[in-house]
């Protein structure tokens, strides 16, 4: 194991891709819709309920994650890798290439065929680095019924999946 003790922008990349993640889209409304792929995507309280995720705020989607009261967070499934991939595409219109999606509750859009999917009323936003930290209060959700779809996941600058033992 080698240990540095200045941790650069290429040694941080390098690390964190150590960190296996789950893979979410998270949308918003607006004229057009913004929607990005991301795995910055974490719980953070139960009680009251709690998530949040980080983005750049010069992504192409920040202008409308900034002006959003409602977001919704959609839970990739392992057969979805070209999903996180369209939402991950510069230069594309997204929802016109993903396709399967409808507005939901205050116009944001909802991704169909998802694992998990949660409707999320943002309450804070925190400026961290050159990123912001979107904290979200979830107002409504849904799941998919069949317990054996698994999710996909980002490990070592690749898409994969979970192996479910018994």
Do not use: N
Request: aromatic fraction near 6%; proline fraction near 7%.
């Amino acid at each position: 194991m080698t240990v540095t003790s200045l941790v650069d922008a290429d040694l941080f990349r390098t690390l964190l891709r150590r960190h296996a993640a789950a893979v979410v889209v998270i949308t918003a409304p607006g004229t057009p819709p913004a929607g990005f792929t991301a795995t910055s995507f974490t719980s953070v309280s139960l009680d009251p309920p709690l998530v949040s995720f980080c983005l750049a705020r010069t992504a192409s989607a920040w202008p409308a994650v900034q002006a959003a009261r409602t977001i919704a967070v959609h839970v990739l499934t392992r057969e979805q890798e070209h999903v996180a991939r369209t939402f991950a595409a510069r230069g594309i219109d997204r929802f016109a290439a993903h396709g399967a999606w409808h507005p939901g509750p205050d116009g944001v859009p909802l991704l169909e065929g998802v694992l998990a999917t949660l409707v999320c009323r943002v309450t804070q936003q925190v400026e961290a680095g050159d990123h912001t930290i979107v904290l979200a209060t979830p107002s409504s959700g849904e799941h998919h019924a069949d317990a054996t779809v698994t999710p996909l996941v980002y490990h070592d600058g690749s898409y994969a999946h979970l192996k479910r033992t018994a």
